[in-house]
């Protein structure tokens, strides 16, 4: 399984435009990228997932450049409740379970 | 996007009785399902795999006969926790794998067992 290297954490101001890099540089042909966020006491919340190039959706944009070894979340105009911890990971269509990485964790504030 | 469910949400047990995790897929037919632990400011960690009408895979350092897991329908994986300790006490998720297509998997709410 490819490994995801993504910040800690970042912090932002309501109506700003959030962006969160993650590495993968050892993903596969058959990998997909995939983000989840989490709230505190609460289950994983499926984001955005992507092949290649970008992905939009009504909550965010996933761009992930040719050489897929990095993709990056685009999140418009946070809010308060955009406070969560973000995961990247990489998994392939086989239905294998999702490895979770550190993730990140985003603070917006007012 | 599908729903799964778990109860009980929270449960607080004495040290040494067995707990039972219930987790369903509500419209959806599941033959897998994912177990995950997570501790205070950590990641979750993946547990066990759980398929319907077979024994679960158990990741490294998962002690299968304390972590108990029961997938005996579609839509029903439950997770058993005997003889409990308070170093169990943590948040338990678990997710569900949807068949064919990309095979996305939907996470449940979670949780939180507390072990006096």
């Known amino acids: 399984l490819a490994k995801t290297t993504q910040p800690i954490s970042m912090d932002s101001y309501e109506g700003q435009e959030v962006n969160i890099t993650c590495s993968h540089n050892n993903i596969a042909t058959n990998d997909y990228i995939t983000w989840y966020q989490q709230f505190p006491s609460q289950g994983p919340r499926f984001i955005i997932q992507?092949?290649?190039t970008k992905v939009t959706n009504e909550v965010a944009s996933l761009f992930i450049p040719a050489d897929r070894k990095s993709s990056t979340l685009s999140l418009p105009r946070v809010s308060l409740s955009d406070t969560a911890v973000y995961y990247c990971l990489v998994y392939n269509q086989a239905g294998t379970a999702l490895i979770f990485g550190k993730g990140t964790t985003l603070s917006v504030s007012s | 996007g599908a729903v799964v469910s778990q109860h009980p949400s929270w449960v607080i047990c004495k040290s040494g009785t067995s707990v039972k995790i219930e987790c369903r897929s509500l419209d959806f037919q599941a033959t897998t399902m994912f177990w995950y632990r997570q501790f205070p400011k950590q990641s979750l960690m993946l547990m066990a795999t759980?398929?319907?009408?077979?024994?679960?895979?158990?990741e490294q350092g998962v002690e299968k006969d304390k972590f108990l897991i029961n997938h005996a329908s579609l839509t029903l994986s439950t997770l058993t926790v005997t003889s409990a300790h308070p170093e169990d006490s943590s948040f338990y998720i678990c997710?569900?794998?949807?068949?064919?297509?990309?095979?996305?998997?939907?996470f449940g709410p979670g949780t939180r067992l507390t072990v006096l």
């Open positions: 992507g092949y290649k």
């Open positions: 759980s398929n319907e009408g077979s024994k679960a895979t158990y």
């Open positions: 997710s569900a794998l949807t068949s064919g297509g990309q095979g996305e998997q939907f």
